[in-house]
């Protein structure tokens, strides 16, 4: 057979037609616009003004700030849950498909309709969970229009859509275990805390390793969430301001899309920086 | 005492897993149960959780304040669309990563993967540019361009594709098929499981795309559902009773497709989950 078969690049050709129009040009484009200043249809050449735009922003540095206590409490919390949920329905209990069922449902559901129900949850008057708390005489605060909880609340619905990739994920890898390890403990009478201990989390690493970057990104990217809770806004007083809120915030609304590609390009790297470091944590893991 | 500790332990594991449990579906049987009641019962403390009369009329009432049958067919035909259009395009694509060489395939694989790594919030904006440019805001066109191929996807598909034995692809050459006919007689009918998984994943994330559909379109008839159930949300204010039933319009049909093909969609996850 030929060694160089030109047809590929005809099977290729939409693939690649469309990756370049609409992924690689949109990268190259938005550095090239971080260095422009104006609206969208009259954009010039002005250095590096919207990078000390966004560097002196305090409203930046919020939206960087609250992204950050996100992403490292919404996380690890949601890791560990899910770590000894999958555990458990894997291991203690029956019907493993149909709780495996269940718990993916958040995976596929619209963000928009389950932050229409978590507002109504979290309604400081009405709300579900108030109720919950006045009947264990615990203190109700105003979940949403609260501006010092709006980050808490967005992390207790951040929480809870990401168990159920989590746990699915995990339940997969749990099943990739050589069952033989779990037999030979079981015949030098391991108890079921050591198995988990010692078989258990040491062959997850690599998967939690996978879960916590995968995670961590998509944290960093956290907006539809924002935008569910808070009903189109970034909270009061945009008290749970993104960094993708306020890059949509200065593209759309003050229309500075300059300003807007600066905060992108920051994200960019930072993203792509993470992405390296689990490159590089995972070819640790794994020899 | 070994006997005792341990159903200690059972009740631990019950408890946790119930009260998880009760915390996942909890908001889904509130959405459907609040999308029937009177606006007096989503409101009463405490907190109503079986309406007296199902009222069935809020569906129509929420028909009839925002055009949700119009939300539907524009999130149906985009979501098909994506998804038919990208599965042709992914498994072209895939076939000849697979099956053929040629010059420049490790370029063409490096760039492939640097640009999995690339976030879509990156691109995004400066895609509505694009399709601002090409006068494309408020079509359907603007709504799918951007999404008609997908590298993920594609090296999904190799996966599959390379499950599957060279030496068939030799014998149907031998036997003098062309590469069109080795793609769609053989190659897809050897990988429906994964074709099938591709398509349910593709249409779901089209169905509950957001951000995209946000930007590029402003005129209520060009709304998908999930933004028209954003705009309705902040238009029909205090109705609490009709914001749930809307919801529930949007998840139900996604929830139906998911109990459906659980099986496809969970190993379909779990899989991308394997490559990278």
Redesign the interface.
Known sequence: ?????????L??A???I??T???????L??FT?SFQGGP?IDLQFNGLSNYQYIFSDPEFWRAIMNTAIYSFLAVPIALI?SV??AW??FS??KHTAF????????????????G???R??FNG????LN?LLKLVHLPQPDWLDNPSLSLVSLIIFGI?SS???NI??L??ALRNIEPNYYVLADMYGAT?REKFWRITVPQLVP?LA?LLT?NL?GAF?I??QV??LF??QAGVGNSAMTA?YY??NK??IVGT?GV??AA?VV??LF??FV?FLQRKLMKKVNS | MKKKKLRW??IF??L??GI??I???F??I??IL?GLMSYQE??????TLIPKTLRWSNYQKVFEQAPFARYFLNTFITAATTTIVTL???I??A???TN????G?GF?QL??LS?L??????????????I?HLGLLNTYLGLV?????S?FY?YYLQSYFTAISPTIY?AAMIDGAS?WEYIWKILVPMSKGGLITVALLSF?SG??S??WPL?VTNEDKMRL??NG??AF??DAGAQ?QL??A???L??VP??I???IF?KQ??RG??RN??K?
């Open positions: 057979m030929k060694d160089n078969q030109k047809k590929a690049w099977f290729l939409p693939a690649i469309c990756v129009v609409f992924s690689i040009w949109p990268i484009r938005a616009m969208l849950i000894v949920l458990f329905i203690k209990i709780f495996e069922t269940m718990f993916f449902m958040p995976y596929v559901t619209s963000t928009i309709a389950i229409i129900v978590f109504y949850i008057e009405y709300g579900l109720f809870w168990l159920a990739f699915v994920i339940m997969g079921s998967t996978f995968v990104i990217k907006y539809t935008y569910a009903n189109g993708v890059i949509y593209f759309q899309p807007a590609m992108t994200l960019f993203i792509l992405t | 332990g059972m594991v019950y946790f897993i998880f449990g915390i996942t579906v908001p889904f509130y959405m609040g989503t409101t009463t403390i405490p907190p042709f395009t992914s072209l694509g076939f000849a990563m053929l060489k040629f010059k395939k063409i760039i492939f640009l790594m690339v976030p879509g919030e990156a691109i995004i904006f400066t895609n509505y540019n694009t601002a361009l951007p999404f008609l191929t590298i594609m030799k590469d779901i169905w509950n957001f951000l930007l559902l999930n159930l954003a949300a902040s609490t914001q749930l809307a919801a529930t949007t998840v996604v929830l497709v998911y109990f659980r969609i969970i996850v779990v989950d394997l990278a």
